[in-house]
Structures are given as C-alpha cells and as structure tokens.
C-alpha cells in the first residue's frame, strides 16, 4: 500500500485546511485509516481514526475542531481541519493498516507539513 499525503500549508489561526491522503497499490482490506502528527520537538500523536464500518476517534486537543473522512471508491481520506490553533502546527502523516497473513502492517504516507500562525 503506497500513501500520498498532501493539503498542509501555511494559515493564520482560525482558518481552515484540508488534507487529503490518496492510496494505491493493495488497497482492498484497509482496516482502519489515520493521521497522525508531530509537532517540532514532540513526539509524535494520533489525531483521528477511521476504522471499518465507519467509527470514529479523536484526540482531546482536536475533538470538534477536526473531522476525518473516507472515500472508499476513490482510497482516499480526508482530514477537514477547521478553527486551526498556532498548536496545531506539525508535520501530519496519514497512515493505514491491514492484515496480511493474520499479521496487522501499517504503512504510512510522507508527511505533509502545516503551519499555523497566530
């Protein structure tokens, strides 16, 4: 599974982006579907999930704020970012598992960088 992350940039706060990360390759039985990012010095965290049958999760800091989606006709999903905060600024990495084998893999796409200012 190959993932191409793309959308971040640079915005003031309170705008909005999109990203968006488009999958090829073996895409049939993607579980679930991520993103995740990393702000400078941080470690990295999760900010939304997508899995299976349609649940979804976010972390605290972006609950209400951010919303993930999924096009399972075009393997793409989405990361609608709105009332975006200068601690929102990070590098933000989409990510997909599936099990091959009995065995859950990840593979991750190139991140994408946005930035936030106040």
């Known amino acids: 599974v190959q993932l191409q992350a793309s959308g971040g940039g640079l915005v003031q706060a309170g705008e909005s982006l999109r990203l968006s990360c488009a999958a090829s390759g073996s895409v049939f039985g993607i579980n679930a579907t991520a993103w995740y990012r990393q702000a400078p010095g941080k470690q990295r965290e999760l900010v939304a999930v997508f899995v299976r049958g349609g649940a979804t999760s976010y972390a605290a800091s972006v609950k209400g704020r951010f919303t993930i989606s999924r096009d399972n006709v075009d393997n793409t999903w989405y990361l609608q970012m709105n009332s975006l905060k200068p601690e929102d600024t990070g590098v933000y990495s989409c990510?997909?598992?599936?099990?091959?084998?009995?065995?859950?893999?990840?593979?991750w796409g190139r991140g994408t960088l946005v930035t936030v200012s106040s």
């Open positions: 990510n997909a598992n599936k099990y091959i084998s009995g065995k859950l893999h990840d593979f």
